[in-house]
């Protein structure tokens, strides 16, 4: 059967083969649900830029330029890392230049995955579904906050190999002790992660409609996937 | 009040500041069980080598050479890593060279903190009344597998910081997943466990005896710490 494991942190990635795997990329709050919610309202494709100057000279090329550093938005930059700004028609049809803290640069670390999906709860069940079809071994990987471990990410990894059981099965430590913490946390998600640290963070910028966003399952059914540089739908 | 925050893998230890912490390091599987055992039998002292050739050497100079790789125990060495091996009389007042594939490297990794303690659950509860006396906060440092994350050190952690309740407040995400965690695990610790995947290779060489040991608290008051180059009584 195929195997499903999880990297806790980017900075864990020299420890993963990814070359024959299916790499997913989770930055709950807010990066990958940022990217899935403008795929959703057809936005043609999204370039994750891991600098943040080089994301904003993208915009001389014609791109959106979107991002954040430490949670908050750019100077300069035309929208920031709230989900409610990819909704409108002013991304129809166009490209995005992406950078942020930390899910740009996990997807940089894991560039070389036989495939590369972005995941968050809003896309939930669309990634279970197309993982499921697809021959490859799985390996979530957590974008986390600046290196370290964060329970958001955790938990979509918990809540992955929940909906994929009998499909997957778990390779190591880490995607037991996520699939616990999310069967613990899952019958109210909001609450459990009201004395994390990031959420706790985030919640100073007064963004609890994005938490509430980002934790909410299955809202879109767009798998976005990297196809050379770019991130396009599936 | 005083923090306490985990350090899931040696391969985060960049991430943490350590220099003004008492840093607790773990490897219940078995290294620092070992250790407190051999403390607990009235071992002078043991030098935490991270070199398997250079742990060998140490036998020229008297020393008792203890160790594994792979969860095996080395050739030419004196003792394994087996806790059961440190009961005996041959052990009272001799001094120890030890190296393994996890704890010895994070001992290594912690060397600069304010204060090095080793941890595990057969002396949980006079680590946890040390540190309460301690000025300083806390870091957990996981020995893990490999640099990845594994259950039964992580478990540690959280009842580390249960027995701490009061005294200390978890710094970010990891404590708090610890906690978690243990709180799911403690009623059956050894059932909780028999899915990991650092249980399941380590009980294919016969160790069901070792791990039950590991497992149960509070059987040593011993506190090892590190001075100079050396673990020593507290």
Not at 159 to 170: F, Q, S, Y
Request: charge should be negative; include cysteine; charged fraction near 25%.
């Amino acid at each position: 059967m195929k195997t499903i494991d999880v990297c806790l942190s980017p900075e864990l990635m020299h420890l993963y083969d990814v070359q024959d795997k299916a790499v997913v990329v989770v930055d709950i709050l807010r990066a990958t649900s940022c990217m899935i919610t403008a795929f959703a309202h057809e936005v043609q494709s999204i370039k994750p830029v891991a600098d943040l100057n080089d994301c904003k000279k993208m915009k001389e090329f014609g791109f959106i330029t979107s991002g954040e550093r430490n949670g908050e938005k750019v100077e300069d930059f035309d929208k920031g890392n709230s989900p409610f700004e990819y909704m409108g028609e002013d991304i129809k049809g166009k490209k995005i230049a992406f950078t942020t803290t930390n899910g740009t640069q996990a997807i940089e670390k894991a560039k070389h995955a036989q495939e590369l999906v972005i995941g968050a709860f809003i896309n939930l069940s669309a990634v279970a579904e197309h993982l499921k079809k697809s021959k490859n071994s799985i390996l979530v990987l957590c974008a986390g906050w600046k290196g370290r471990v964060n329970l958001e990410d955790t938990l979509f990894a918990g809540a992955l190999i929940e909906r994929m059981t009998g499909d997957v099965v778990p390779d190591d430590d880490s995607p037991i002790a996520a699939l616990h913490l999310y069967q613990k946390a899952k019958g109210n998600m909001v609450e459990f992660l009201n004395e994390s640290s990031h959420v706790k963070r985030l919640s100073r910028l007064n963004i609890y409609k994005d938490i509430e966003f980002c934790l909410t399952a299955d809202q879109y059914k767009v798998v976005p996937v990297l196809k050379d540089k770019d991130l396009v739908l599936l």
